[in-house]
C-alpha cells in the first residue's frame, strides 16, 4: 500500500482526533483493550494498533466503532456547491452493521464524485492535483473496497474542501465482556 502525504496538517490531525474518540469512547464505557476485542473478535493487539493509529483503512475503523456502539460519519465539507451530508440518505442505511459500513463507504465515494462534479472539476484536474491519471481518479471513485482515511482526505484538498471526520455515538448499550 502507498501511502501520500497530506494535502494539508489539518487532515493528520482529523485522524488523530478520530483515533483519540474511539479510545476516548471505549474507556468512557469502561472497556479494556482486550474486552473490546474479544467482544468484537480481534486481538488485544489489533485494537492497541487501531488506537496508537497504525490502521487508517476505513473498514478497521468503522468495526472498532461497532464495538463501542458508534459510527464513524465522513462526508465533503467545505466544498463549493454542498453539502454533502445527506441526512434523508441515512433512511436507506441497511440494518446490517456490515452492510451498513459499506453503504457508508460507497456513499461518501458518491459524496467525494458528485462533490467534484458541482465544482467543475474533471477527473484529469483532480488527477494532477493529486499527481495521478484522471484514469486514477475514475478507479477511485468507483472502489469497492480497502478505502483509507488518508486517500478521501486528500481528494478533498483535492477539489478545495477537506474530509469531515465525525463519530456518532448510537443510542443503544453495549454489552463488551469484563
Request: glycine residues 10%; proline residues 5%.
Given at each position: 500500500?502507498?501511502?501520500?502525504d497530506?494535502l494539508?496538517?489539518?487532515?493528520h490531525?482529523a485522524?488523530?482526533?478520530?483515533?483519540?474518540?474511539?479510545?476516548?469512547?471505549?474507556?468512557?464505557?469502561?472497556?479494556?483493550?482486550?474486552?473490546?476485542?474479544?467482544?468484537?473478535g480481534?486481538?488485544?493487539?489489533?485494537?492497541?494498533?487501531?488506537?496508537?493509529?497504525?490502521?487508517?483503512?476505513?473498514?478497521?475503523l468503522q468495526?472498532?466503532a461497532?464495538?463501542i456502539?458508534?459510527?464513524?460519519?465522513?462526508?465533503?465539507?467545505?466544498?463549493?456547491g454542498?453539502?454533502?451530508?445527506?441526512?434523508a440518505a441515512?433512511?436507506?442505511?441497511?440494518?446490517?452493521?456490515?452492510?451498513?459500513?459499506?453503504?457508508d463507504?460507497?456513499?461518501?465515494?458518491?459524496?467525494?464524485?458528485?462533490?467534484?462534479?458541482?465544482?467543475?472539476?474533471?477527473?484529469?484536474?483532480?488527477g494532477?492535483?493529486l499527481?495521478?491519471?484522471?484514469?486514477?481518479?475514475?478507479?477511485?471513485?468507483?472502489?469497492?473496497?480497502?478505502?483509507?482515511?488518508?486517500?478521501?482526505?486528500?481528494?478533498?484538498?483535492?477539489?478545495?474542501g477537506r474530509?469531515?471526520v465525525?463519530l456518532?455515538?448510537?443510542?443503544?448499550?453495549?454489552?463488551?465482556?469484563?
Amino acid at each position: 500500500m502507498i501511502l501520500f502525504d497530506d494535502l494539508h496538517p489539518d487532515d493528520h490531525t482529523a485522524r488523530i482526533n478520530l483515533r483519540n474518540m474511539l479510545v476516548e469512547r471505549r474507556v468512557d464505557l469502561g472497556y479494556s483493550q482486550a474486552a473490546l476485542a474479544q467482544h468484537i473478535g480481534a486481538s488485544q493487539g489489533w485494537v492497541a494498533n487501531i488506537e496508537t493509529g497504525t490502521n487508517w483503512h476505513i473498514a478497521v475503523l468503522q468495526r472498532l466503532a461497532r464495538g463501542i456502539n458508534a459510527r464513524i460519519v465522513l462526508y465533503p465539507d467545505g466544498v463549493p456547491g454542498g453539502p454533502y451530508d445527506n441526512p434523508a440518505a441515512g433512511l436507506f442505511r441497511p440494518t446490517d452493521p456490515t452492510d451498513a459500513d459499506r453503504w457508508d463507504q460507497q456513499n461518501l465515494l458518491a459524496d467525494l464524485a458528485t462533490a467534484r462534479e458541482a465544482t467543475g472539476l474533471t477527473r484529469r484536474q483532480v488527477g494532477e492535483r493529486l499527481g495521478c491519471s484522471g484514469s486514477a481518479v475514475g478507479n477511485y471513485e468507483r472502489t469497492r473496497t480497502g478505502l483509507v482515511l488518508i486517500s478521501p482526505q486528500r481528494y478533498c484538498r483535492a477539489i478545495g474542501g477537506r474530509l469531515a471526520v465525525e463519530l456518532e455515538h448510537l443510542d443503544a448499550a453495549v454489552a463488551v465482556p469484563a
